[in-house]
């Protein structure tokens, strides 16, 4: 089956610097591939996410990029901002409508330091 | 509009009892997945109901079994509970004939087994 991994664990950077969040898949049939946000005791909610036909996405302070050669995609947050700080979680799907299982990485907790 | 809500909050068994975790899916969507999320990982896909049948499962033992009503609500039953089985659950709901991919989350059940 998938395998998602995600690094680093835990990542922390000054207010206003960028962080990138990175993630691996196995199975080279995933082609949608969401980032999700995770506060402290709430739900994961979608931040941003892209198919296999996009090599980028942008949104605001958001990107993603895609290497489907390589089988990776990274998380990129610009002028990082103290509500940045949380859990943030890629996943992986293989389905045309995306709606299939969703298999997460591990995590990264990203700290944003005032 | 309510999001996906599910039902109860927080849940405490013991050994070998068994639970059932109810989720009503957002309104308009008709697929509901279920995920068990550990402490500090990334959720875990259980299974998947559309059209009140099962169309996907993860690596989760039968004792885990759930249902689809005709209003789409869900229900995850789960039997025998170890303590192993203590982690945040969540049910995420989506619109399997759109082409839109985004899985809705609810906030979760917490199942403590003592």
């Known amino acids: 089956g998938e395998n998602v991994e995600q690094h680093p664990s835990t990542l922390s950077v000054q207010e206003g610097d960028s962080a990138v969040i990175k993630c691996t898949y196995s199975?080279?049939?995933?082609?949608?591939f969401p980032w999700y946000k995770q506060e402290l005791g709430k739900r994961p909610q979608l931040i941003i996410d892209?198919?296999?036909?996009?090599g980028e996405k942008k949104d605001q302070r958001i990107a993603v990029t895609l290497n489907k050669t390589a089988k990776h995609f990274s998380l990129h947050i610009t002028e990082t901002q103290p509500e940045d700080s949380a859990v943030y979680f890629c996943?992986?799907?293989?389905?045309?409508?995306?709606?299939?299982?969703?298999?997460f990485g591990t995590g990264t907790r990203l700290t944003i330091i005032p | 509009d309510a999001g996906v809500t599910q039902s109860p909050t927080h849940l405490i068994k013991t050994r070998g009892q068994q639970v059932t975790l109810r989720c009503s899916p957002k309104?308009?969507?008709?697929?509901v997945s279920w995920y068990q999320q550990a402490l500090g990982q990334g959720p875990q896909f259980i299974f998947q109901?559309?059209?009140?049948?099962?169309?996907q499962r993860g690596n989760f033992p039968d004792r885990f079994s759930g249902h689809q009503f005709p209003n789409y609500s869900s229900e995850l039953n789960v039997n025998a509970l170890l303590l192993g089985d203590s982690a945040l659950y969540l049910c995420?709901?989506?619109?399997?004939?759109?082409?839109?991919?985004?899985?809705?989350f609810g906030p979760g059940t917490r199942l403590t087994v003592l």
């Open positions: 309104s308009g969507h008709d697929t």
């Open positions: 199975d080279s049939a995933s082609n949608y």
């Open positions: 892209i198919r296999s036909n996009v």
């Open positions: 996943a992986a799907s293989k389905s045309n409508f995306g709606n299939e299982k969703l298999t």
């Open positions: 109901y559309y059209e009140e049948e099962e169309r």
């Open positions: 995420a709901s989506s619109l399997r004939t759109s082409g839109y991919n985004e899985q809705f």
